[in-house]
């Protein structure tokens, strides 16, 4: 008994989380699960288990925390893209946007539920455009990522000289957001399509557009 007891108290306890993790932590839970809108930093602060003061020595402001919570807790596209556009030719370009078209499902899908809420308030909506401003960010980001990984592959010779990679991004990136959107309101909830039938579709159908 004792020795067991002893083991018991030798084990190392668990370290608990630096507060700006868990701060985030929180944030996604709330944004994920009432919206952007109504995660006020009051509510996610109390939810970190910290004060609205230690937040803000973290974080500058409720947007600041939400461009953090995409970069950290939502599957990533911005730096698969940056990768494509340094080195094009390591693969296919039909490889490279069926990679583009999965991560982007998967952000669209996990990032619409949390930024949905905005649009119910127009005026906050539009301050919260101009602190994305500020921070240089926004939805346009990920089609202007897209567009210059295209650029790239139509620079050396991958895709045709004439092709509009804009229209191209755009495409693209659009079908990853309807599907995310689209399908939530139905009865299942799900697509028709899975999400490798589907990248490799979206891929195909943009590749014949661009040569």
């Known amino acids: 008994m004792q020795s067991s007891q002893s083991?018991?108290?030798?084990?190392p306890q668990p370290q608990p989380q630096p507060a700006r993790v868990r701060i985030v932590d929180a944030a996604h839970q709330l944004m994920h699960t009432i919206g952007l809108a109504r995660a006020t930093t009051k509510e996610i602060a109390k939810a970190a288990g910290c004060s609205e003061a230690a937040l803000y020595?973290?974080?500058?402001?409720k947007e600041d925390l939400f461009v953090t919570v995409l970069k950290e807790r939502l599957p990533q596209l911005g730096p698969l893209v940056e990768r494509l556009t340094a080195e094009p030719g390591e693969r296919?370009?039909?490889e490279n946007l069926t990679d583009i078209a999965r991560q982007a499902a998967l952000f669209y899908a996990e990032s619409f539920p949390i930024a949905a809420s905005l649009y119910a308030?127009?005026?906050l909506k539009r301050?919260?455009?101009e602190a994305l401003r500020k921070l240089?960010?926004?939805p346009h980001a990920p089609i202007e990522g897209v567009d210059a990984y295209l650029r790239a592959e139509r620079r050396a010779g991958r895709i045709d000289a004439d092709a509009d990679?804009?229209?191209a991004a755009c495409l693209l990136l659009g079908a990853c957001?309807?599907?995310?959107f689209a399908y939530d309101m139905t009865e299942s909830g799900v697509p028709p399509q899975g999400l490798e039938e589907f990248a490799r579709g979206v891929a195909r159908t943009v590749l014949r557009g661009v040569g």
Not at 7 to 11: D, H, P
Not at 57 to 61: N, V
């Open 127 to 129: 301050r919260h455009d």
């Open 92 to 94: 296919s370009v039909e």
């Open 136 to 138: 240089g960010s926004g």
């Open 177 to 180: 957001a309807q599907r995310a």
């Open 121 to 123: 308030d127009p005026q």
């Open 165 to 167: 990679t804009y229209a």
């Open 57 to 61: 020595k973290h974080f500058a402001s």
């Open 7 to 11: 083991q018991s108290q030798s084990q």
